[in-house]
């Protein structure tokens, strides 16, 4: 058998692993977005939102749900891979891959792609419980497409660099609490930075989370937000490869893996 | 013939400073059963770790089967099944599901791993538990889990790291057997570090004595209880004895009134003993080695303390502390 089969059977194996370890643990992993997120739309969509009037040439209904979908994409896929990875070197069983012949570029493959799926998966059911509320239809797929599926990418990897360096449960709560839920709450999912004063606009105009929200917006509403899709597009490719590339550089140092 | 392990001037320092490897050379030849023995701390554990990759190494070479670790790290890797001293593996996964994702870890498709999963399952006590979650087992049960593990891609090389260590006499025993077993009809050569001697001397073939980072001996099983001077032997008698009489010859100990100690020396055997027990007409009614004799030798190369003292030294109270 040539090195890509075995390659290919390793990949598929944490692959599906870390698929078959979100879909058993469903009350923790896949509930509470969908309660979360139904609160969302009732209370800011339906309740608040009437009052709100248009949003960025939408009612704000229409507006939030876009971001809303992006905001649980980005959440899922950090958490997986930050909770997975680390509690398999917490639990000392991440050993079974250090041991084994798996290049470490598969390693890092696997479980960012099983990041990915879940926050691919949560923002399907974000999306069509969002489209109880308003009618759906999406004006650009492979925007779309794209734009979601380079954002999970972003932040699974996000999550794999996390756990590498945390040592306890509390490494992995730190970063979305500190730096993920307040840039994601700031980065246009709740309002269209437009809306906002100078130098408040300019400012959100650091966020990264701003431009994969408004390129998934685009992509679903076709509504252009004056932010260049290709932009935001050639920023997201440029942090995935510094972060895989980061990512590589631990685990062929064996930062927290190996003494 | 191919030597399954070769370790060339291996050293470890770790950040701290404590230097856990001062340059150890060790040889293992394929088919072998080999018994690395030594104190806690010592550096079995370190030595197993730089081997599995799970420890780097400072200075020095390692290579299993001919392969490099560091530059032919996938083929040594192929080579090589580790059973670990701690449990690691995920508490939340079935028993099948942890072996099936291991042997896909080295490109074994599922399909082909529970195949193959079922034998070691089967020959190991555990395809009844196959469905059950890993931290329901018991301790001698996750333990075999770990051995099923390490044996699913088939390695020519299996390690493991005190893989009796708290598994009751039945189990030691049945796993012993499979141990045998698998060295001796599958050929698979198998390195063990153990802290209880008797397995060290009822398996092994060769063994390697390791103390404060440095190989103390490295010879055959054979060759080491050959070193002992001297043997101890306690005598269970039939009658009572008041008083123990001179015996020619031998250095006797009263016990208690049942039973009596008797040191023998290399070659003396013991036929004029029983001449003499004869002659007092003192009747004997069992006869068992005092303590292991693996034992007196690991203690005097750890200790620096010559054979003979520690033998007549070393009062049968503190050897049961260090026995299982």
Redesign the interface.
């Known amino acids: 058998?040539s090195?890509w089969?075995?390659?290919l059977?390793?990949f598929?194996?944490?692959f599906s692993?870390e698929i078959?370890r979100f879909m058993?643990i469903w009350p923790q992993t896949l509930l509470p977005p969908v309660i979360t997120m139904t609160l969302y739309f009732v209370i800011f969509g339906a309740v608040i939102g009437s009052r709100v009037g248009e949003m960025g040439g939408f009612d704000y209904m229409t507006f939030v749900v876009p971001g809303l979908v992006m905001m649980s994409v980005i959440t899922n896929s950090f958490t997986n891979v930050a909770s997975s990875f680390f509690?398999?070197k917490f639990?000392?069983?991440i050993?079974?891959?250090?041991?084994?012949?798996?290049?470490n570029w598969v390693i890092l493959a696997g479980y960012t792609m099983g990041g990915v799926v879940r926050g691919l998966y949560v923002g399907v059911l974000v999306m069509l419980l969002g489209a109880f509320f308003i009618e759906l239809q999406i004006h650009h797929v492979l925007v779309t497409l794209l734009a979601v599926f380079l954002t999970a990418t972003l932040f699974a990897l996000g999550g794999f660099i996390n756990a590498i360096f945390a040592g306890k449960f509390d490494d992995i709560a730190i970063i979305p609490t500190f730096v993920l839920t307040p840039l994601t709450y700031l980065g246009g999912v709740f309002y269209s930075v437009d809306v906002l004063p100078e130098p408040w606009r300019q400012l959100s105009m650091l966020n990264p989370i701003l431009y994969q929200v408004n390129a998934f917006r685009y992509g679903i509403l076709g509504q252009d937000s004056g932010i260049s899709i290709g932009w935001a597009f050639a920023v997201m490719t440029l942090a995935i490869v510094i972060l895989a590339v980061w990512a590589l550089h631990l685990l062929r140092v064996?930062k927290g893996l190996?003494? | 013939m191919t030597k399954a392990l070769e370790i060339k001037n291996l050293q470890k320092s770790?950040d701290n400073g404590f230097e856990a490897l001062k340059g150890i050379n060790l040889e293992v030849q394929e088919g072998d059963f080999y018994a690395l023995l030594g104190p806690n701390g010592a550096g079995k554990s370190t030595t197993i770790?730089i081997i599995?990759?799970?420890?780097?190494k400072s200075s020095g070479h390692v290579s299993v089967f001919g392969y490099d670790i560091d530059s032919d790290?996938?083929?040594a890797?192929?080579m090589?099944g580790?059973v670990?001293q701690?449990?690691?593996?995920?508490?939340?996964e079935k028993v099948q599901?942890?072996i099936v994702?291991?042997a896909?870890?080295?490109?074994?498709?599922?399909a082909e791993a529970r195949k193959r999963s079922e034998k070691y399952l089967k020959q190991l006590g555990l395809w009844d538990k196959r469905n059950n979650v890993s931290r329901m087992l018991s301790g001698g049960m996750k333990r075999r889990l770990m051995i099923a593990?390490a044996l699913i891609h088939k390695p020519k090389l299996l390690i493991l790291d005190e893989p009796t260590a708290g598994v009751d006499i039945e189990l030691r025993r049945s796993l012993w057997d499979f141990l045998r077993e698998i060295n001796e009809q599958e050929g698979t050569t198998i390195i063990l570090t153990t802290h209880y001697l008797e397995e060290a001397e009822q398996l092994c073939r060769n063994i390697g004595i390791i103390d404060k980072g440095e190989i103390v001996e490295n010879t055959s099983m054979k060759n080491l209880l050959g070193k002992l001077q001297q043997e101890s032997f306690v005598l269970d008698l039939r009658e009572p004895v008041a008083d123990v009489p001179k015996f020619a010859g031998y250095t006797v100990r009263k016990v208690d009134d049942l039973s009596i100690e008797v040191d023998v020396a290399k070659n003396q055997g013991v036929n004029d003993l029983f001449r003499q027990l004869s002659d007092y007409s003192i009747s004997v009614a069992s006869m068992r080695n005092k303590s292991n004799r693996l034992e007196e030798l690991f203690v005097s190369l750890t200790t620096d303390t010559p054979v003979e003292k520690s033998v007549s030294e070393n009062s049968g109270e503190e050897k049961g502390e260090s026995q299982p």
Request: charged share 25%.
């Open positions: 058998m090195e089969k075995y390659n059977v390793a598929n194996t944490i692993r078959r058993r509690s398999n639990q000392k069983s050993e079974e891959l250090l041991v084994s012949p798996v290049p064996g190996r003494s | 770790y770790g599995s990759s799970l420890v780097r790290m996938v083929k890797k192929r090589l580790v670990p701690e449990f690691n593996f995920n508490q939340f599901d942890i994702t291991q896909g870890y080295y490109g074994i498709p599922a593990r």
